[in-house]
């Protein structure tokens, strides 16, 4: 409950500051065939809202996902209960504005210091991690927005010792970030069709592999944990003003840090979205 009111509470901050707010998304998601490390592949339902801004030197993006909001829960994996949620806060602070300097190199157009905030809650799987590193925009032919990112991550792990809570941040390895958007096609005044993609890759996670143990959805099984992961996102969009429709497809491998069951997996997923 904690942790919901602070990610709420600098969401809150967020728009307060952002008084050139680019844009903010609210889209309804559909999952077949979720990687799910505890057991079968399952079925999802999500509200996502996300949005995105800047002020100066500084570039902030938000998501907010929560699962089943309308109250179905998946009966292959009960761990997905309604209101369990995932947020992702990512900041970017451009050095060529601050420094007042065109930084380019090559291919890239603009650096960033940039940091990274994720949190998830359900029955089966809770954390977060906080994520530091260096950014970029770099300019590829034919692709509008393209950008890289690559982080030194860590752990929060809380601890129990002596009836005494024990707050650390463990060394959680690298992840190295691309994010892509493009716009394909233009069909008359209104209507648009982009393609976007994203890619990470997470290596060298040893606590993860250490420390990432439990059991599955039947309880019998022992998870184990693994110190990569790789997941990749495509989707194209149809958009009409503000309304889009998207269909799109993940693939992931060693899905959070896991070997076990069905951690590498191939998902579709059908969207609807609203721009505001």
Same mark, same amino acid.
């Given at each position: ?74 009966? %292959?994996? #009960?761990?997905?209960?309604? !209101?369990? &949620? +995932? ?5 970017? @602070? $451009?050095? /060529? ?10 291919? %890239?157009? #603009?650096?960033?210091?940039? !940091?990274? &905030? +994720? ?5 089966? @799987? $809770?954390? /977060? ?148």
């Amino acid at each position: 409950m904690k942790k919901t009111i602070f990610c709420l509470a600098l969401l809150l901050a967020f728009s307060a500051v952002q008084a050139n707010l680019g844009w903010m998304q609210l889209n309804l998601y559909k999952g077949v065939g979720v990687a799910n490390p505890a057991g079968n592949t399952y079925n999802i339902t999500y509200l996502e809202v996300e949005g995105a801004g800047n002020t100066g030197c500084l570039e902030m993006y938000f998501s907010v996902d929560i699962n089943e909001f309308l109250g179905a829960t998946d009966v %292959v994996r #009960e761990s997905v209960q309604p !209101g369990s &949620y +995932q947020i992702l806060l990512n900041s970017r @602070f $451009s050095l /060529d504005k601050f420094l007042l300097t065109d930084l380019q190199l090559g291919s %890239v157009q #603009e650096w960033y210091i940039t !940091g990274l &905030y +994720q949190g998830r809650a359900d029955q089966q @799987f $809770s954390g /977060d991690n906080y994520s530091i590193g260096l950014g970029t925009d770099i300019q590829i032919p034919y692709i509008e927005k393209f950008s890289f990112n690559f982080y030194k991550m860590f752990e929060h792990v809380n601890q129990q010792k002596n009836n005494n809570w024990k707050v650390s941040f463990e060394d959680a390895g690298w992840l190295a970030e691309i994010i892509w958007d493009t716009q394909l096609k233009e069909i008359g005044e209104d209507f648009t069709l982009s393609y976007r993609g994203k890619a990470t890759y997470g290596f060298a996670n040893n606590w993860a592999e250490e420390n990432y143990l439990g059991p599955d959805d039947t309880g019998t099984y022992v998870l184990s944990g693994t110190s990569t992961e790789w997941l990749m996102f495509n989707g194209l969009f149809w958009n009409a003003k503000k309304w889009s429709i998207s269909t799109s497809f993940k693939l992931h491998n060693h899905y959070l840090y896991r070997d076990s069951k069905n951690h590498d997996a191939l998902s579709f997923w059908f969207g609807l979205h609203r721009k505001f």
